[in-house]
């Protein structure tokens, strides 16, 4: 299986722009699916196939991917999305592999 | 609105057993692959397996394989997974999760609370 590589961590001030990466040479032929994570509480999917919202999930949640990178842009950043995100594609024979998370800090 | 339950977490001694039960409600259960992901302390997720609608594709990642057994019982909305031999390195909480639908692609698209697993002497 293969890995998806996320940075650590993001900091971002509030009303700015943060964006998350994801890397891994096989994504340039699989989707790519977000995950929010806040303390003590379970993911929610706020990104699918790349750059789709499920209903619920705000507008300033944006995804995109190029290549081998894929991207989850929250733009106008509030104090509720201080959160652990994890991108999420596909592996073999029936997995799933998730990324290593990035931590994003609104100060 | 769906409903995922956990439950059968605690302590256990290494090279015991536990099996945890996941209690779904308010959707079809029986139309859904649903999934076992779990988290250790201050770590990333980790997915551990998954189980078919009917139950006759299953799979799981190597770290559990041959040791975890996961299954269902449709007619209960219940997932299982039954872990022998546990070791430290399977603390963790465990969620249950479904899968998403299919226009959706390859993902999980709602979570139970989780139930902590904790494996130590």
């Known amino acids: 299986s293969y890995e998806l590589t996320q940075p650590p961590s993001v900091s971002v001030s509030p009303g700015q722009t943060a964006r998350i990466t994801c890397s891994a040479d096989?994504?340039?032929?699989?989707?790519v699916y977000w995950y929010q994570q806040k303390p003590g509480q379970a993911p929610v999917l706020v990104m699918y196939?790349?750059?789709e919202r499920p209903s619920g999930i705000p507008g300033r949640f944006s995804g995109s991917s190029s290549g081998t990178t894929a991207t989850l842009t929250i733009s106008g950043v509030q104090a509720e999305d201080e959160a652990a995100y994890y991108c999420?594609?596909?592996?073999?024979?029936?997995?799933?592999?998730f990324g290593t998370g990035t931590k994003v800090t609104v100060v | 609105e769906v409903h995922l339950v956990e439950s059968g977490g605690g302590l256990v001694k290494p090279g015991g057993s536990l099996r945890l039960s996941c209690a779904a409600s308010?959707?079809?259960?029986?139309?859904?692959?649903m999934n076992w992901v779990r988290q250790a302390p201050g770590k990333g997720l980790e997915w551990i397996s998954s189980?078919?609608?009917?139950?006759?594709?299953?799979f799981y990642a190597d770290s559990v394989r041959g040791r975890f057994t996961i299954s269902r019982d449709n007619a209960k909305n219940s997932l299982l997974l039954q872990m022998n031999n546990l070791r430290a390195e399977d603390t963790a909480v465990y969620y249950c999760?479904?899968?998403?639908?299919?226009?959706?692609?390859?993902?999980?698209?709602?979570w139970g609370q989780g139930t902590l697993v904790t494996v130590s002497s």
């Open positions: 308010e959707f079809t259960f029986s139309s859904y692959m």
């Open positions: 096989a994504l340039s032929k699989q989707f």
């Open positions: 196939k790349d750059s």
């Open positions: 999760a479904r899968e998403g639908e299919p226009v959706w692609g390859w993902c999980m698209d709602h």
């Open positions: 189980i078919s609608s009917s139950g006759t594709h299953i």
């Open positions: 999420q594609s596909g592996g073999s024979s029936g997995s799933y592999v």
